[in-house]
């Protein structure tokens, strides 16, 4: 069965600097991928999504993720975080066939300090 | 509003009672899922409804779990003899026809069961 490992459960930041959250799936066929974020007491935004395409995947609020097929990987990137990006990330598939359901993470909490 | 509704935000229940999770899809999105989140983990899948069929159930809904979706609309989930283990958030999400397309998540159901 398909799963999703984002091997750090929490990653504190200073303000400013450069975050890298990591995912790796199990799935050696092509899957759909994606990032979604929490905020505290909310539900779930798209923040991005890999279908095909460009490896390199943008948001609109400056993070990036990179698929890697060979090694299975899928990490979220951002060059300079702020305070507003504290919030829990989590990874997820979409395996092929089925019915375009997401198969998630146990997320990262990103906690920024000033 | 157009985005996916729940009703009602919080509930604290006893145990042994039953209660019921309303969630109004974004217009037209004929996909419909379920999913339960506990603190600390990334949502697992429940359901999931195609129109008014219900195409999926996870080994996690038990027989005290019942997922409706009767005219291919809104829908409900029913928790019948609650019990401690049972409180969760509960996520209800939508998505247009073709896989790959954004799931759109709602705010959440959050139970508890004292």
């Known amino acids: 069965a398909q799963s999703v490992t984002q091997l750090d459960s929490q990653v504190p930041v200073f303000e400013e600097a450069p975050v890298e959250l990591r995912c790796n799936y199990s799935?050696?066929?092509?899957?759909?991928l994606f990032w979604y974020v929490q905020y505290p007491n909310q539900g779930l935004q798209l923040l991005l999504k890999y279908l095909s395409g460009s490896t390199l995947v943008e948001s609109i609020n400056g993070f990036e993720a990179e698929f890697n097929k060979s090694q299975t990987s899928f990490h979220l990137r951002k060059p300079s975080v702020h305070i507003s990006d504290t919030a829990e990330y989590f990874c997820a598939v979409i395996p092929p066939g089925g019915y375009n359901k997401l198969i998630f993470g146990a997320g990262t909490r990103l906690a920024v300090h000033p | 509003d157009t985005g996916v509704s729940q009703d009602p935000r919080h509930k604290i229940t006893k145990r042994g009672q039953n209660v019921t999770f309303r969630c109004d899809p974004i217009s037209e999105h004929n996909r419909l899922y379920w999913y339960r989140q506990t603190l600390g983990q990334g949502p697992e899948f429940l359901t999931y409804?195609?129109?008014?069929?219900?195409?999926?159930k996870s080994r996690l809904l038990s027989d005290r779990f019942s997922a409706e979706r009767p005219k291919g609309s809104f829908s409900t989930l029913e928790i019948q003899r609650t019990e401690q283990g049972d409180s969760a958030m509960y996520l209800c999400a939508s998505s247009p026809g073709q896989s790959g397309n954004t799931i759109y998540f709602g705010e959440g159901s959050w139970l508890t069961v004292v």
């Open positions: 409804f195609q129109n008014e069929a219900q195409l999926e």
């Open positions: 799935s050696s066929v092509s899957v759909y």
